[in-house]
Structure formats: structure tokens, C-alpha cells
């Protein structure tokens, strides 16, 4: 099992970045490949992106190709996700989420067994 902490959410204006991480404990980290959602109110929850276990292979919704990164350092048993050039449709809570063992990056949220609490994410116009 393994337990995730997201933070580094919070408000910033239109055009600007933020950094969210997740702290992993538990587990093997490095056995895991990870995930980032999000839910906005009144909207169903989204895949944003995915990394494997080794880093190697990511996956991203096409609403965020070139403006959001994702990243792990599995050394910290951290999960990052760099987002560049915020627009206020990125308004949202951000969830981290984790499925141990798996050999691709999924992007069906019902793929994955083990989610954080959530960060707020509010971009203004």
C-alpha cells in the first residue's frame, strides 16, 4: 500500500505556473506508476498525465501537451507536475494517484487503486 500527499497548490493569475509534488510513503515508490487528475466543481474528474515506474514512458491530455510536465524522482518518493502557462479552464483540485506493478500509464482513473487528498488549483482571469 502506499499512502499520497499532494501540495503546491494555489491561486495564480492567468499565464503563470505553479508546481505541484506528491509525497509517496509505503511501497516501493519506484514500483508504481503514477498519475495526476483533476476535478473541476461541477465536472466530472480528468486524466492529466502519467509517468511509468522508471520515468521513461509519460502520458499527457492533449489539453496540457507542451504546458504541463510531469516528473518523479523515485530517489524522494516524489511526484511532480511542473504546469506552465496556466489558464483559468486549469481551475480545479489535482489528484495524485498510484497502481503498482503495471508495464503502461493509464489514463482511466478507474485504472489506478490509491489517490491523495487533493490540492486546489485556482487561476485567474
Known amino acids: 500500500q502506499v499512502q499520497l500527499v499532494e501540495s503546491g497548490g494555489g491561486l495564480v493569475q492567468a499565464g503563470g505556473s505553479l508546481r505541484l509534488s506528491c509525497a509517496a510513503s509505503g511501497r516501493t515508490f519506484s514500483s508504481y506508476t503514477m498519475g495526476w487528475f483533476r476535478q473541476a466543481p461541477g465536472k466530472e474528474r480528468e486524466f492529466v498525465a502519467a509517468i511509468s515506474w522508471g520515468g521513461g514512458y509519460t502520458n499527457y491530455a492533449d489539453f496540457v501537451k507542451g504546458r504541463f510536465t510531469i516528473s518523479r524522482d523515485n530517489a524522494k518518493n516524489t511526484l511532480s507536475l511542473q504546469m506552465n502557462s496556466l489558464k483559468p479552464e486549469d481551475t480545479a483540485v489535482y489528484y495524485c494517484?498510484?497502481?503498482?506493478?503495471?508495464?503502461?500509464?493509464?489514463?482511466?482513473?478507474?485504472?489506478?487503486?490509491?489517490w491523495g487528498q487533493g490540492t486546489q488549483v485556482t487561476v485567474s482571469a
Open positions: 494517484a498510484a497502481v503498482w506493478g503495471r508495464t503502461t500509464v493509464p489514463r482511466e482513473g478507474k485504472e489506478y487503486d490509491y
